[in-house]
């Protein structure tokens, strides 16, 4: 039997708001939080921006002492699951704890963490390293916190993606839920990417903005990386129902495929079976799709490969349905990136309002999509897909369903 | 075949592990089998050998050997290969 699956909860640690309700209020605006870096000197690099989370106080959410064991991207991971789990409003049991899962995805672990240890290593300083480097820095660090803390002592893992972790975290407590083996979990992803090592990498990999992120706009120029964490808490729908809870929206069908093609060239074909794989798995067909929050990272090769992927898997239906990029606003926080878009997805079909690609100024011809340019729609939409295509060909969609009966 | 030209075909050579002789200055990188990638690892091998920066969108229009060649060119000062 499968069991319908509810979403309770909604946890939101972004650089377009530190919570839900700010995170959302940003999106409906169109307003980016891309901006310079300001958590790295980026005097060797050769770009400058990235949407980082304004005016993070990790004092005013955590002590001194809990601090020394978390990294910047496990303390996202723990705020937004600290949201997520209050607005579900979630009553313990021993027997509940004890059935609670716990899924993330994370694609780099603490990596500012890492930077340190290694520029004090190879630095000459010579400089001692934390003896809580490795429980800091070790990509399952966000999942074992929030475990800890809320006392979740169900299957609980993380999964690394790359791109398509939160994505398929999210996909996984889905099916772990639906299929009985937990009976709640708080799932998501988080990611600090801001470390000078970290960002070398993407420099060489030439695929960063020098200015902002235009997803399918003509004149677009790469991605722009950002961090954060989302969360969301699921149930059994009747069990939410049962205990009176607020249902935010479903998840209805989820999809993977391998491009089993090239290492960061995407393709068409492999991100297509994950879109077909998730209508299948969510008994669907292409023209439920209201709304596709896009995985539009603003690179030259992705965008096209992700329209021809659409129209692959939707047919005609793909230049009709509305779609959007919301990294434009938020930035690309990989190993976090579908569960902020996951978040933002929910809430587009709960109030009826699809958020749109920012920085959007010319329409691509290749990208042959109806783009939501600049500004939200209003559009009571009742199905919509969420797509994460990985580097390394790993792809993630996910289907949502607007709350209701 | 002057001395960028030879470097940048040694280059192509080493990185791809080619025959030598096999990469020409007539090669497209399609030719010799480079996808996007290898061309990345190409051009920081340039940028490392020739003391060069190669901005992105410079790097992202180079597609064959003599489009390769032309890169380092333009951003060698003269006469600093002479030596």
Same mark, same amino acid.
């Given at each position: 039997?499968?069991?319908?699956?509810?979403?309770?909860?909604?946890?939101?640690?972004?650089?377009?708001?530190?919570?839900?309700?700010?995170? +959302?209020?940003?999106?409906?605006?169109?307003?980016?939080?891309?901006?310079?870096?300001?958590?790295?000197?980026?005097?060797? #690099? %050769?770009?400058?921006?990235?949407?980082?989370?304004?005016?993070?106080?990790?004092?005013?959410?955590?002590?001194?002492?809990?601090?020394?064991?978390?990294?910047?991207?496990?303390?996202?991971?723990?705020?937004?699951?600290?949201?997520?789990?209050?607005?579900?409003?979630?009553? +313990?049991?021993?027997?509940?704890?004890?059935?609670?899962?716990?899924?993330?995805?994370?694609?780099?672990?603490?990596?500012?963490?890492?930077?340190?240890?290694?520029?004090?290593?190879?630095?000459?300083?010579?400089? %001692?390293?934390?003896?809580? $480097?490795?429980? @800091?820095?070790?990509?399952?660090?966000?999942?074992?916190?929030?475990?800890?803390?809320?006392?979740?002592? =169900? &299957?609980?893992?993380?999964?690394?993606?790359?791109?398509?972790?939160?994505?398929?975290?999210?996909?996984?407590?889905? +099916?772990?839920?639906? $299929?009985?083996?937990?009976?709640?979990?708080?799932?998501?992803?988080?990611?600090? *990417?801001?470390?000078?090592?970290? #960002?070398?990498? +993407?420099?060489?990999?030439?695929?960063?903005? *020098?200015?902002?992120?235009?997803?399918?706009?003509?004149?677009? @120029?790469?991605?722009?990386?950002?961090?954060?964490?989302?969360?969301?808490?699921?149930?059994?729908?009747?069990?939410?129902?049962?205990?009176?809870?607020?249902?935010?929206?479903?998840?209805?069908?989820?999809?993977?495929?391998?491009?089993?093609?090239?290492?960061?060239?995407?393709?068409?074909?492999?991100?297509?079976?994950?879109?077909?794989?998730?209508?299948?798995?969510?008994?669907? %067909? *292409?023209?439920?799709?209201?709304?596709?929050?896009?995985?539009?990272? =603003?690179?030259?090769?992705?965008? &096209?490969?992700?329209?021809?992927?659409? @129209?692959?898997? #939707?047919?005609?239906?793909?230049?009709?349905?509305?779609?959007?990029?919301?990294?434009?606003?938020?930035?690309?926080?990989?190993?976090?990136?579908?569960?902020?878009?996951?978040?933002?997805?929910?809430?587009?079909?709960?109030?009826?309002?699809?958020? &749109?690609?920012?920085?959007?100024?010319?329409?691509? *011809?290749?990208?042959?999509?109806?783009?939501?340019?600049?500004?939200?729609?209003?559009?009571?939409?009742?199905?919509?897909? $969420?797509? $994460?295509?990985?580097? =390394?060909?790993?792809?993630?969609?996910?289907?949502?369903?607007?709350?209701?009966? | 075949?002057?001395?960028?030209?030879?470097?940048?075909?040694?280059?192509?050579?080493?990185?791809?592990?080619?025959?030598?002789?096999?990469?020409?200055?007539?090669?497209?990188?399609?030719?010799?089998?480079?996808?996007?990638?290898?061309?990345?690892?190409?051009?920081?091998?340039?940028?490392?050998?020739?003391?060069?920066?190669?901005?992105?969108?410079?790097?992202?229009?180079?597609?064959?050997?003599?489009?390769?060649?032309?890169?380092?060119?333009?951003?060698?000062?003269?006469?600093?290969?002479?030596?």
């Amino acid at each position: 039997v499968k069991r319908r699956v509810a979403i309770t909860g909604l946890g939101a640690v972004t650089p377009v708001g530190g919570d839900v309700p700010r995170f +959302w209020q940003s999106l409906r605006e169109g307003r980016s939080g891309i901006r310079p870096i300001s958590t790295v000197d980026c005097a060797r #690099l %050769r770009f400058k921006n990235g949407a980082e989370v304004e005016g993070y106080d990790p004092t005013s959410y955590f002590s001194e002492k809990d601090l020394g064991l978390l990294d910047r991207f496990a303390q996202f991971g723990l705020l937004a699951a600290r949201e997520a789990v209050a607005m579900a409003g979630i009553e +313990w049991t021993p027997r509940l704890r004890d059935r609670t899962a716990v899924v993330t995805g994370s694609c780099l672990g603490g990596k500012i963490t890492e930077d340190k240890v290694f520029a004090g290593v190879y630095g000459g300083e010579g400089r %001692r390293t934390h003896p809580f $480097s490795i429980p @800091r820095a070790m990509a399952n660090a966000a999942a074992s916190q929030i475990a800890m803390e809320i006392g979740a002592r =169900g &299957p609980s893992y993380t999964i690394s993606t790359a791109c398509a972790s939160a994505t398929h975290a999210i996909g996984q407590a889905y +099916w772990l839920l639906r $299929s009985g083996t937990a009976d709640l979990a708080v799932t998501g992803g988080s990611e600090a *990417p801001f470390a000078l090592g970290h #960002l070398k990498k +993407w420099e060489a990999l030439r695929v960063v903005a *020098p200015d902002t992120c235009r997803p399918f706009s003509r004149d677009r @120029r790469g991605m722009i990386l950002g961090e954060g964490g989302a969360m969301l808490v699921l149930e059994p729908f009747e069990a939410a129902r049962a205990r009176g809870a607020v249902i935010l929206g479903e998840v209805v069908g989820f999809g993977m495929s391998s491009d089993a093609h090239h290492v960061t060239q995407p393709s068409a074909e492999g991100a297509a079976l994950a879109i077909s794989a998730a209508l299948e798995d969510g008994g669907m %067909r *292409p023209e439920q799709i209201d709304y596709v929050n896009a995985h539009g990272t =603003g690179t030259a090769v992705n965008d &096209p490969i992700e329209a021809e992927a659409l @129209r692959l898997a #939707l047919g005609e239906h793909a230049r009709r349905v509305p779609i959007s990029s919301t990294k434009s606003m938020h930035g690309h926080a990989l190993g976090a990136a579908g569960a902020i878009e996951a978040v933002a997805t929910v809430l587009a079909l709960r109030d009826g309002v699809l958020p &749109p690609t920012a920085n959007f100024t010319e329409a691509d *011809p290749e990208c042959d999509l109806n783009v939501i340019q600049n500004e939200a729609r209003a559009v009571m939409a009742e199905h919509a897909l $969420s797509n $994460s295509f990985a580097f =390394g060909g790993l792809n993630g969609v996910l289907i949502f369903r607007r709350g209701g009966d | 075949m002057d001395n960028i030209e030879s470097r940048v075909l040694e280059a192509i050579t080493r990185l791809q592990f080619l025959e030598p002789g096999r990469a020409t200055p007539a090669s497209t990188f399609e030719d010799l089998g480079m996808t996007s990638l290898d061309s990345l690892s190409l051009i920081a091998d340039l940028e490392e050998q020739f003391q060069i920066e190669i901005p992105n969108d410079q790097a992202m229009a180079v597609s064959t050997v003599r489009q390769a060649v032309e890169c380092v060119r333009r951003l060698v000062p003269d006469g600093a290969l002479q030596a």
